[in-house]
């Protein structure tokens, strides 16, 4: 059984945060497409047999931000993605699952070099589809994770990027009965793993001015 949380207004939140917090902080920022393909797999407290990992894809926009003038390395990122996880299992037959996320990448980018430069932070995903069969009447509406990533050639209009998200949220989360119907205990398992290659293009290289 899911439990009933305030996702819609987390999601809402971080939504007007990525549209307009910019305003709050600086007058500059770039924006930019990005999209590539996710290797993805979970994790789980119980070992799962036969689990192998599996493609997706992801795909959406980057607002960047750079917050005060002294800081020049430093900048943030606001992303609204559409992201593909899941996993494998194989039997007589494989069984893949399937799950598509609207996702909002909140991270802190810091710049190594004019090149090269690093992000972390955390991504917040709202399920809106699953292959599985009453999957969205199993499994947990909302995701969440840790961020880490790796930014080559940020300096141009055109990067590379890679990114590992770990999930921390359970995508499963219900009661636990014994024979007699008697309720023993909750089960909050299975936790998104991805990682992530794309491409980043910069709709303008310079950094605009809003």
């Known amino acids: 059984m899911k439990n009933i949380k305030q996702e819609p207004l987390i999601i809402k939140t971080l939504l007007f945060f990525i549209l307009f917090g910019g305003s709050f902080f600086t007058s500059e920022a770039q ?6 393909g996710n290797f993805c797999s979970i994790r ?3 070992a799962i047999q ?26 943030l990122i606001n992303e609204l993605i559409l992201t593909q996880k899941g996993y494998q299992q194989e039997f007589e037959d494989n069984y893949t699952f399937r799950f598509t996320y609207m996702a909002l990448p909140v991270l802190i980018n810091y710049s190594v070099i004019p090149a090269l ?18 999957g969205k009447k199993t499994y947990n509406d909302f995701d969440a994770g840790l961020v880490l990533g790796l930014t080559g050639f940020d300096n ?14 359970p995508m499963l989360d219900y009661e636990l009965m014994d024979e007699m119907g008697n309720f023993t205990g909750k089960i909050k398992d299975l936790h998104n793993v991805c990682f992530s290659l794309g491409i980043k293009i910069k709709l303008r290289n310079e950094k605009i001015v809003l």
């Open 50 to 75: 036969n689990k192998e990992s599996i493609t997706g894809y992801h795909a959406g926009a980057e607002i960047q931000y750079f917050p005060a003038k002294g800081l020049k390395k430093f900048s």
């Open 156 to 169: 141009h209009r055109v990067s590379i990027y890679s990114r590992l998200t770990y999930g921390l949220s």
């Open 117 to 134: 430069s690093v992000q972390g932070g955390a991504e917040f995903g709202k399920l809106l589809w699953t292959n599985v069969k009453q």
């Open 31 to 36: 924006v930019a497409i990005l999209g590539g």
């Open 44 to 46: 789980s407290d119980v």
